[in-house]
């Protein structure tokens, strides 16, 4: 599997429009046991856009975040935005695929959408197995998505929102079936405020004070709601980001460990060193080595 060297930074791929139907925030396409060389897909990469992927059927293997996933048929995948994403090799697929954006899921008509836990993926789920009924009810929906996709007109955004919600929201009801944890609390707004103000600041603030800061409240009261309804403390959040994006960059990349520790807002490597092994157990030298012999 392709690693990145040292000096490469992470691609993200910045979603490319159908120009010819004129949709500039969702696809669809379909593939009938067809094989598309992209080598840059086969190193890691970022996808500025979801991605949902239906296959019929397909054999081969792709990551996500560090997990394998064997391809099976009758599987449907997804990934959101700013996931590290990798293919091992390229190989005859059946099925569809769908990429949309975040701007698509701002329109008002698409608003409902980000609700749904296919969306919202609570679980960092990537895959459901689909019945035959399933499949039965997926085909249908995507040819109906792939037919209005194709036919242009002043209805055509209306038809293909109304045909996603179903589509989304049936597979919705898959995932919290396959997905058994119990389900989150509508009582959570603070903390997904809170999540989602550590995924876009993670590198430059480390403190829960400067989060509270940001959110106008008291570290106090973050602290207290955060902790009531994850069960971790507000830091914690913040350090298993930090681990998380640690260990894409020790497997997925070629940069010191110094290099990364500077990525990620440390000023001092040494701190991060520690940072890490207390966090994980193993210093960061010694994950990318045992990680990597995993996997070979």
């Known amino acids: ?37 992209e080598p840059n897909l086969l190193t890691p990469h970022r996808k500025a856009y979801y991605l949902m992927v239906f296959l019929k059927h397909n054999r081969g293997r792709h990551w996500v975040d560090m997990v394998p996933y ?17 293919k091992e090799e390229p190989s005859p697929t059946w099925g569809s695929h769908l990429t949309f954006t975040d701007e698509f899921l701002a329109l008002q008509q698409n608003a409902a959408l980000r609700e ?35 036919r242009p007109g002043e209805w055509q955004h209306q038809m293909l929102s ?27 707004l603070l903390l997904k405020t ?31 709601v955060v902790k009531a309804q994850s069960g971790k403390p507000a830091i914690k959040h913040i350090h298993e980001r930090l681990v998380l994006e640690a260990r894409r960059l020790l497997f997925h990349t070629q940069q010191s460990v110094k290099e990364i520790a500077f990525d990620l807002g440390f000023s001092d490597a040494s701190y991060f060193n520690r940072f890490f092994k207390r966090e994980t157990g193993v210093a960061p030298a010694e994950y990318r080595t045992s990680i990597r012999k995993m996997y070979q």
Do not use: C, W
């Open 194 to 224: 809170y999540q989602a103000h550590i995924e876009e600041y993670y590198r430059e603030l480390h403190e829960v004070g400067a989060y509270a800061g940001r959110l106008h409240i008291s570290a106090g009261h973050l602290s207290e």
């Open 1 to 37: 599997m392709h690693t990145l060297s040292s000096t490469q930074q992470i691609p993200v791929h910045a979603f490319e429009p159908d120009e010819a139907v004129g949709n500039k925030s969702f696809t669809i396409a379909q593939s009938e046991g067809g094989l598309v060389y």
């Open 70 to 86: 064997d391809h099976e048929d009758n599987i449907f995948y997804f990934t959101t935005p700013h996931q590290i994403l990798i």
């Open 162 to 188: 109304a045909y996603l919600t179903v589509l989304l929201t049936y597979l919705s009801r898959l995932y919290t079936e396959q997905f058994t944890a119990a389900e989150p609390s509508d009582d959570k």
């Open 116 to 150: 749904l836990p296919l969306i919202q993926n609570p679980y960092n789920g990537h895959q459901l197995r689909l019945s035959a009924a399933d499949v039965a009810v997926v085909e249908e929906l995507l040819a109906k998505i792939q037919a209005e996709y194709t």
